[in-house]
């Protein structure tokens, strides 16, 4: 059984962050969904790619609908392009503006700015308290994922319910 502040906690912490970022980048007329796609992006491309929405959201750890949905608005803003693929019409690739990734990379600056405000309690990035946090944290979270994808070891089940006149 989960230590119930253990689960507040956790529980919090996305909602808290996802908060704190939608606040950081909202002059930039960005959520964080839309941030997350963006820079998810911005990276990407960085590394030499064009990627299409599914790898896009594969990268960004996000749902494809959701991802769909996210790159419409940033095309209908400006700040991303899809372009069909030659080499397979049903595909799109996506590529950021100018202004795209202008917009990225000073949200990136924001946001890493906000981490690290969040993080500050635990001292120096690189230094033993914080990389503890990390590690215990990526932990619980690599925990949680397979708790999520795969079933219980043990399942009981309750018998089924008598119903009257029936065997």
């Known amino acids: 059984m989960v230590n119930p502040a253990t689960e507040a906690v956790i529980g919090r912490a996305p909602l808290a962050s996802t908060a704190d970022v939608d606040r950081a980048v909202a002059r930039l007329e960005l959520s964080h969904a839309r941030y997350a796609a963006l820079a998810s992006l911005r990276a990407l491309t960085r590394a030499g790619e064009t990627p299409s929405q599914q790898r896009l959201a594969v990268y960004a750890g996000s749902e494809p609908a959701s991802v769909s949905r996210t790159v ?14 030659p080499s397979d019409q049903r595909t799109r690739r996506l590529s950021l503006t100018e202004r795209g990734a202008a917009v990225a990379d000073e949200a ?5 700015r906000l981490e690290r405000q969040l993080m500050a309690p635990l001292g120096d990035p690189r230094g033993a308290r914080a990389t503890a946090f990390a590690t215990t944290l990526g932990t619980l979270l690599d925990g949680a994922t397979e708790a999520s994808e795969s079933p219980p070891a043990t399942v009981r089940h309750a018998p089924a319910p008598v119903v009257a006149g029936r065997g």
């Open 72 to 85: 419409r608005e940033l095309e209908r803003d400006g700040l991303v392009m899809r372009i069909l693929d």
């Open 108 to 112: 990136n600056r924001i946001v890493q």
